[in-house]
Each structure stands twice: as structure tokens, then as C-alpha cells.
């Protein structure tokens, strides 16, 4: 299963911006996607998630401000974010999880896509 992400790019302080994430392969179920971000010098960490039954969960710092959501027909996920602020600025990488068309599990990552938040 391969993960594309896209919608990266220069933001203002205060804007918006959507990225996006698109799976394909042989792909039977997806039971999770996930958002992370990772900066220069430091850990990956988890931005926000959306299981299978639809439940979110966000980081403290995005809580109110970013949206995770799927498009299940399309194996497509997004992250808007509102309100950015220059510690926003990351690589972002979307997540995907879930059972294979030949049964096996799958846990795959998209390449990341910049959000560069400045002025």
C-alpha cells in the first residue's frame, strides 16, 4: 500500500491549509489514519488521528485548530489546519492502517509534504 501526500507549502501566520493523503494498492480495509510532524532535530509526533468508528484524537498544541478527515470511497484523508502559527511549521506525514486485499496487515507512511508557516 503507498501513501501519497500532498498541499504543502508557504503559509502566512493566521492562514489556513489542507494537505491531503491518497492510498493505493491492495488495500481492503483502512482502519486508522494518522497525521504526524517532525522538525529538524526532533521526534516525529503525532498530530492527530481518526479511527475506524470515526473517533479523533489531537495533539495539545493543534487541539481546536486542525481537522482530521476521510473520504472512504476514495482512500483519501486530510488535515486542515486554521489559525497556523510559525511552530507549525514541519514536515507533515500521514499514516495509513489497515488490512491488506491478500489479508495481511498493513501500516504504511506517506513521503511528507513542508508546511512552512511565515511571514
Known amino acids: 500500500v503507498q501513501l501519497h501526500a500532498s498541499g504543502g507549502g508557504l503559509v502566512q501566520p493566521g492562514g489556513s491549509l489542507r494537505v491531503s493523503c491518497a492510498a493505493s494498492?491492495?488495500?481492503?480495509?483502512?482502519?486508522?489514519w494518522a497525521w504526524y510532524r517532525q522538525v529538524p532535530g526532533k521526534q516525529r509526533e503525532l498530530v492527530a488521528i481518526?479511527?475506524?468508528?470515526?473517533?479523533?484524537g489531537y495533539a495539545d498544541s493543534v487541539m481546536g485548530r486542525f481537522t482530521i478527515s476521510r473520504d472512504s470511497a476514495r482512500n483519501t484523508a486530510y488535515l486542515e489546519a486554521y489559525s497556523l502559527k510559525p511552530e507549525d511549521t514541519a514536515v507533515y506525514y500521514c499514516?495509513?492502517?489497515?488490512?491488506?486485499?491478500?489479508?495481511?496487515?498493513?501500516?504504511?507512511w506517506g513521503q511528507g509534504t513542508l508546511v512552512t508557516v511565515s511571514s
Open positions: 499514516n495509513a492502517a489497515g488490512l491488506g486485499s491478500e489479508g495481511a496487515d498493513f501500516s504504511s
Open positions: 494498492g491492495s488495500i481492503f480495509s483502512i482502519n486508522s
Open positions: 481518526m479511527h475506524e468508528d470515526g473517533r479523533t
